[in-house]
């Protein structure tokens, strides 16, 4: 059974986050796009691994971790008073490529060339 409690707190948490990466000031966290992309809860809501990733690709995306772990702290108390939470998770931080590997196969994808023949008889076949 699904434990929609710890999905919606999942969830919370991913909105949270990504509000309290737009307030900060670390450089490192200006760098490119970065993006929440993904947040794991324990299931007691004790441990939340947080998924982050950067247009400008991995590199970029490990600078951004370095800087949340050094603000880890702060991130978890604001997480607590802004989501009213009596005991906040601790958070552990973690680099991926996701969204400069998505941005690559729309790339692909745009690239495809499909010859007008198919194209042609497939709209010709709706009898």
Do not use: W
């Amino acid at each position: 059974m699904a434990n929609h409690r710890t999905d919606r707190m999942s969830e919370d948490i991913q909105r949270e986050i990504a509000a309290i990466l737009r307030e900060m000031k670390d450089p490192r966290l200006h760098d490119g796009i970065i993006s929440v992309v993904r947040c794991d809860m324990a299931k007691d809501n004790s441990f939340c691994r947080v998924y982050i990733s950067s247009m400008n690709g991995l590199p970029t995306a490990k600078n951004a971790v370095a800087a949340l772990k050094n603000a880890q702290g702060f991130i978890r108390r604001e997480l607590g008073q802004r989501l009213k939470l009596r005991y906040a998770p601790a958070l552990a931080f973690e680099a991926t490529d996701s969204i400069e590997y998505s941005a690559n196969i729309s790339r692909i994808l745009m690239g495809i060339d499909i010859p007008e023949e198919v194209e042609e008889d497939d709209e010709g076949t709706d009898d």
